[in-house]
């Protein structure tokens, strides 16, 4: 960092002192990268936000009281354009969905290396956006479960179930050729080679239960 570039200045909030102080620990060896404050809960990561104006708020999602997602939002809606940079220590997968609604800039696991959370810490304080590489099989997921329409959810769970392509379409009043031509269409998307890989990559991703 040279003399003319400010620090990138970072707000941590973690209900867990351990994870806090670790996190501060590996940013004081990064330069360019200053911790003004730490919060244990929401409610007063949203002050803190308010108060010391970082440029990033390395927020837990889980927390108690007022969680990450509350107070990711709070934090859009108030006087700090501060970025949000979610740091969970699970894959979750309505994760990312919650988190743009929020306003959150960033999706970082806990387990991620050094090199990544200060690359995270970078990309949305730069206006960016940031995604941890291990949150990716939670957005194909989600992907996945927003390209099949509500009848093909249906009748994969018919086949899930048990059923054979006769029984599915007595069950729902349509011709075998419909089923088929359905079975097809999910097994493309699904990008899956038979309707028991198709089954089993839907009930993994939780597209049917």
């Known amino acids: 960092m040279s003399e003319e570039e400010s620090p990138i200045t970072c707000l941590i909030a973690d209900d867990h002192e351990v994870v806090r102080e670790g996190l501060r620990l590996a940013l004081s060896r990064t330069p360019h990268i200053r911790v003004v404050g730490e919060a244990a809960d929401g409610e007063a990561a949203v002050a803190l936000a308010e108060r010391r104006r970082p440029d990033v708020v390395i927020m837990d999602v889980r927390m108690g009281g007022m969680d990450g997602f509350e107070a990711a939002c709070k934090i859009r809606d108030g006087s700090s354009t501060a970025a949000v ?31 990544t959370i200060i690359r995270a810490i970078d990309r949305v304080a730069a206006g960016g956006e940031f995604i941890d590489p291990g949150l990716a099989t939670s957005m194909v997921a989600s992907d996945r479960e927003g390209l099949l329409t509500a009848r093909e959810r249906e009748i994969l769970q018919l086949l899930a179930d048990g059923l054979s392509n006769a029984d599915v379409a007595q069950r729902l009043f349509i011709s075998q050729e419909t089923v088929k031509s359905h079975v097809r269409h999910i097994l493309a998307k699904l990008e899956a080679d038979t309707r028991t890989q198709a089954v089993a990559i839907a009930l993994r991703e939780s597209i049917i239960a």
């Open 85 to 115: 940079l979610f740091f969970t220590a699970h894959a979750e997968r309505n994760l990312l969905t919650r988190g743009r609604e929020a306003g959150a800039r960033g999706y970082l696991l806990k387990e991620a290396p050094h090199a």
